[in-house]
């Protein structure tokens, strides 16, 4: 449902994200409608770089260096920057007082050519496995980082074929 600021916007620029409709298509997933929004407005931006918010830098660190294998670049405090790698987004990691307390509402997907030897890795750098998904007609492996933090292990392109 809209709020009152939406309404606002909505005024001023006939950007109306809340009428855009799920229906499903052919491939039976259901996706939505963007036509239905109306807008002469651009993208707000785009993805710069990934926060990890951890409880230990140097032992999140180690995991995720060895994980994405990236070089430790610059540690200024409660921060720590990966050297970027390539035209990906840089990625860093925050160290935070408190606890992770729930699922996370956005995760990482990593690339792997093999889903099964890339968890066991996981594992033996001080991961776990959460969930084995497979859905349709696809396979990946949802694991947490020694903060809990999720992410998934997928095939090169598996899901861009899901999402089609």
């Given at each position: 449902?809209?709020?009152?600021?939406?309404?606002?916007?909505?005024?001023k620029?006939?950007?109306?994200?809340?009428?855009?409709?799920?229906?499903?298509?052919?491939?039976?997933?259901?996706h939505?409608?963007?036509?239905?929004?109306?807008?002469?407005?651009?993208?707000?931006g785009?993805?710069?770089?990934?926060?990890?918010?951890?409880?230990?830098?140097?032992?999140?660190?180690?995991?995720?260096?060895?994980?994405?294998?990236?070089?430790?670049?610059?540690?200024?405090?409660?921060?720590?920057?990966?050297?970027?790698?390539?035209?990906s987004?840089?990625?860093?990691?925050?160290?935070v007082?408190?606890?992770?307390?729930?699922?996370?509402?956005?995760?990482?997907?990593?690339?792997?050519?093999d889903?099964?030897a890339?968890?066991?890795?996981?594992?033996?750098?001080?991961?776990?496995?959460?969930?084995?998904?497979?859905?349709?007609?696809?396979?990946?492996?949802?694991?947490?980082?020694?903060?809990?933090?999720?992410?998934?292990?997928?095939?090169?392109?598996?899901r861009?074929?899901?999402?089609?």
């Open positions: 449902m809209p709020t009152i600021s939406h309404r606002l916007k909505a005024a620029t006939g950007y109306e994200p809340w009428r855009a409709l799920p229906h499903v298509g052919i491939s039976g997933k259901e939505y409608d963007m036509s239905k929004c109306t807008t002469n407005v651009g993208p707000v785009q993805l710069f770089q990934i926060g990890i918010d951890v409880e230990d830098l140097d032992r999140s660190a180690q995991f995720w260096s060895a994980d994405l294998g990236l070089n430790v670049g610059n540690r200024t405090g409660e921060y720590l920057i990966f050297e970027q790698q390539g035209g987004p840089k990625v860093y990691l925050q160290k007082p408190e606890k992770k307390m729930a699922k996370s509402r956005m995760h990482i997907d990593i690339s792997v050519e889903v099964d890339a968890s066991a890795q996981v594992e033996a750098l001080g991961g776990r496995k959460l969930q084995v998904v497979e859905e349709f007609g696809i396979r990946w492996i949802v694991m947490a980082d020694p903060d809990g933090n999720e992410f998934c292990l997928d095939a090169p392109h598996a861009e074929q899901m999402l089609q």
